[in-house]
């Protein structure tokens, strides 16, 4: 065992002990997909509310979009 090796500890016990838990990495990429996800719900509520609009605006032959 090198001096190196008496820094860092046993590589039997440092698995021993993280293991079952999520990596750094893995966690990272969790949330790096949660990230993607997370505003679907909304950004589907704004779509559906401006088809919603424009097929109002439609019905009343309207062609532009009035000024608020």
Same mark, same amino acid.
């Given at each position: 065992?090198? &001096?190196?090796?008496?820094?860092?500890? *046993? *590589?039997?016990?440092?698995? !021993?002990? +993280? $293991?079952?838990? /999520?990596? !750094?990495?893995?966690?990272? $990429?969790?949330?790096?997909?949660?990230?993607?996800?997370?505003?679907?719900?909304?950004? !589907? $509520? #704004?779509? #559906? !509310? &401006? /088809?919603?609009?424009? %097929? #109002? #605006? *439609?019905?009343?032959? %309207? &062609? +532009?979009? $009035?000024? %608020?």
């Amino acid at each position: 065992m090198g &001096w190196f090796d008496k820094v860092l500890g *046993d *590589d039997h016990e440092r698995a !021993a002990k +993280y $293991a079952g838990r /999520e990596s !750094a990495s893995e966690r990272a $990429a969790r949330k790096r997909r949660e990230g993607h996800r997370r505003n679907l719900g909304r950004a !589907a $509520a #704004q779509g #559906q !509310a &401006w /088809e919603d609009r424009d %097929r #109002q #605006q *439609d019905r009343k032959g %309207r &062609w +532009y979009r $009035a000024a %608020r």
